[in-house]
């Protein structure tokens, strides 16, 4: 049976002291002509050039770093209680509409991404689009999940008048947008604030003000595509739409839900499919009015109630209760964070604002999304994908609250089926079973939020389907290590290069697939189940079955995917195939004994290590495959590739070479695993070394390095080391991976853990 292991001493004050201190020095091993440790001279030529080490790319340089600290200034006192409430209180108390959060994040003008900020439960408007600043209302693409564009949600207009935005008074912030309009020639300007509810309720409130000298009348009209039969009141459209999955990966287009449209503004009558309102400006004078709309379904019936709240208050108290409950909600649930460096700082608000963004919470009927949960970027594939679930699920477990995190784990739990964790069937992107560490991430969650044997029964029971349903899938040779013939299924699309290294004897039935290093996942699935089914109270026979089937795993990993010729855990080919004797012209390192291994390197290796499990006392058997991490020619700390970049080269495997923050995720949680326990002398990796990738990883955050507008991509491509730009790839606020459970668990040294340590 495996036992619960005795914890190291964190090494992570060091780290603490480097991000407080702000230097950081180069490692020992840095400071010599090469990274070439003693007793590694034979890397040199056959795994490394030997000329650069990974620390040598400096610190990142931003701009813009004084305005954005003194917009992270908190303006109270510190209090170990809650800082978010506390600073909450101060800014409702100066009126209530000037919020922390807006004031760190807001964007003024046409700075950074035309992605609407503001959003609902499940309502949002997708993508990068002026519509969303340059027509009034909410103009552009209406999503509430799915792959459904709904359109316009409603505009408003002023018939016979142009009207045109002064984009310099925009403001984009998280819980509402501003604008600035000219009502064509009646010398009449529109200040407007639009704000998306968390019950998906849609106000824009508009004061018209009149600088003239006479008074100006004209008429104002809401309009929605999506209701435009008669509602309830004579101030009132209404009307329906089906939700579906989408049809893609051969899949059929299946519904999911159905959502009503409802539209109303006080003082508005229905025309036709229309609402309008006549007004008069006076000279000198303004006039104000409000426009409410509203997604709501049969599992949402907060949402109808609160769009009737919103369409009795007053345009001035609905921007009032919006604005703040919103911000309210934030200082609830939003752990504060203070670091020193301004951008990490506000790196880290942006990535907690970003999952909530990125987060869909439907409570759709079915299997579809029936619980809150993360998707892989809310303006783009739109789905809970499992492959970066756990990242987002080691972020959002710190959450005051594990309505999110929880949610998460029950929503992919259920919907596939005691078996292998499986994507959303609510949108067809992606859709299959690829590699994931849901069981690690979900019994971190566990061990900080708890809930009693209940859920942690419930708990072990998805984990063991995913241990036990990878390896159904996976496993045809019955070794207990999964494997793959197709390189996306790691997530890393065309750049895991163990793929792309020529066999031989590759004839064979099932020789296509290779035995991978994700499989230290599944011993990840079976051994969170063991501990969840033992906190649970279940019968001793279950919990020694899930530390049989999870040592099986284990030792299957130590014994035939460590290699002590390169002193490095390797993929390995299956069904009597082996890796040729060369690529490119370049030899196969490894001696002809040992090719059922595959000598071209990716990070996905360091999964291994990730997984914590190699028992803690071996670290010295282990610890020479983290020295490929310090070679400046094979894995750099940025860009965070996939591919070793010397055997790519070396060995001609192509591939998008594309780099994103999954490949920091990947790269940071091996880094955490050597200073807590694989190389706790630091003979290759250092705080030093963490710090630096970890400063890195929030430099890629802000285009053009500059702090006034972080936007993070999907992936990045075509790094110039020199300028250092490179492109950025399916922008607008895409959260893949993961950071700043760092900050609490690595350098507050705050560490999820059951109730018995």
Excluded: C
Aim: charged share 15%; no cysteine; net charge negative.
């Amino acid at each position: 049976m495996i036992s619960r292991r005795r914890r190291r001493v964190p090494v992570w004050s060091a780290v603490a002291a480097l991000v407080v201190g702000g230097v950081v020095g180069l490692p020992v091993a840095a400071h010599a002509d090469t990274p070439i440790l003693p007793g590694n001279e034979g890397d040199i030529g056959l795994y490394t050039n030997g000329q650069s080490h990974v620390m040598e790319i400096g610190d990142p340089v931003y701009t813009n770093v004084g305005d954005v600290a003194a917009q992270l200034a908190p303006g109270v006192p510190f209090t170990a209680k809650s800082m978010h409430q506390s600073i909450f209180d101060k800014d409702l108390a100066a009126g209530g509409t000037d919020y922390y959060l807006d004031r760190v994040l807001g964007v003024r003008g046409t700075l950074g991404s035309a992605v609407l900020m503001t959003r609902g439960r499940s309502l949002y408007m997708r993508g990068a689009s002026n519509n969303n600043f340059t027509t009034m209302g909410f103009a552009g693409s209406t999503y509430v999940g799915g792959p459904n564009n709904l359109g316009n949600l409603y505009t408003v207009t002023v018939p016979g008048q142009t009207v045109t935005e002064v984009s310099a008074n925009r403001f984009n912030a998280p819980s509402h947008a501003k604008g600035r309009y000219t009502i064509g020639a009646t010398g009449v300007t529109a200040d407007l604030t639009k704000f998306i509810t968390y019950d998906n309720v849609a106000v824009t409130a508009i004061d018209f003000t009149n600088p003239g000298g006479s008074a100006a009348t004209f008429t104002v009209r809401a309009a929605s595509p999506l209701a435009t039969q008669a509602g309830d009141s004579a101030a009132e459209v209404i009307g329906t739409r089906t939700i579906t999955s989408g049809a893609n990966n051969g899949l059929i287009d299946t519904p999911w839900n159905t959502v009503t449209i409802d539209l109303t503004g006080a003082g508005f009558t229905r025309s036709g499919a229309n609402l309008d309102r006549q007004i008069t400006v006076p000279a000198g004078g303004s006039v104000s009015l409000s426009v409410v709309g509203a997604v709501s379904s049969a599992t949402l019936p907060k949402t109808v109630e609160s769009y009737q709240e919103y369409a009795a208050m007053p345009p001035a108290q609905a921007v009032r209760t919006g604005i703040t409950e919103f911000n309210r909600q934030w200082a609830q649930d939003i752990p504060y964070i203070d670091v020193p460096d301004p951008a990490i700082e506000k790196a880290i608000v942006y990535r907690w604002w970003g999952e909530r963004y990125n987060t869909l919470d439907a409570n759709a009927p079915g299997y579809a999304y029936q619980y809150p949960t993360t998707v892989e970027g809310s303006n783009l594939y739109q789905n809970a994908i499992a492959l970066t679930q756990p990242m987002h699920l080691q972020d959002t477990k710190w959450l005051r609250t594990p309505y999110l995190p929880y949610g998460q784990v029950l929503n992919i739990g259920e919907l596939s089926g005691s078996s292998a964790f499986l994507d959303s069937p609510g949108h067809t992107s992606w859709n299959n079973h690829y590699s994931q560490y849901i069981g690690t991430a979900g019994l971190e969650a566990y061990n900080v939020h708890g809930g009693g044997k209940e859920i942690a029964s419930k708990f072990a029971h998805y984990f063991e389907g995913d241990g036990v349903g990878q390896l159904e899938h996976y496993d045809g040779n019955k070794n207990k290590l999964i494997a793959y013939d197709t390189n996306f299924m790691p997530g890393n699309d065309a750049d895991a290069i163990s793929f792309g290294f020529p066999k031989a004897n590759a004839g064979a039935p099932g020789a296509r697939t290779i035995e991978r290093p994700e499989s230290a996942y599944v011993w990840g699935a079976l051994d969170a189940a063991r501990q969840l089914y033992q906190i649970a109270g279940a019968e001793e026979a279950k919990v020694d079955e899930m530390a049989t089937a999870a040592n099986g795993t284990r030792d299957a990993i130590l014994s035939q995917l460590w290699s002590p010729d390169m002193r490095m855990f390797l993929a390995r080919t299956s069904y009597g195939a082996t890796s040729a004797a060369s690529s490119n012209g370049k030899a196969n390192p490894l001696p002809a004994s040992a090719r059922a291994l595959i000598p071209a390197k990716e990070s996905n290796l360091y999964d291994v290590y990730a997984e914590d499990l190699i028992p803690f006392d071996q670290w010295q058997n282990y610890v020479d495959g983290f020295r490929f991490l310090t070679y400046g020619d094979n894995f750099p700390i940025f860009p965070f590739y996939t591919a070793n970049q010397y055997d790519r080269a070396a060995y001609g495997i192509g591939g998008s070479n594309n780099f994103s923050n999954i490949n920091f995720t990947v790269q940071y949680r091996g880094v955490r695993s050597a200073l807590r326990h694989y190389d706790p002398e630091q003979k290759y990796i250092t705080p030093a070394y963490a710090k630096r990738l970890l400063d890195w990883m929030a430099w890629s955050i802000y285009p053009n390095a500059d702090l006034r507008a972080p936007n993070q991509a999907e992936y990045y491509s075509n790094w110039n080391p020199t300028a250092k730009t490179y492109n950025r790839n399916n922008p607008n606020h895409v959260m893949l991976g993961n950071m700043n459970y760092i900050f609490v668990e690595d350098m507050a040294g705050l560490q999820p853990r059951g109730v018995s340590e």
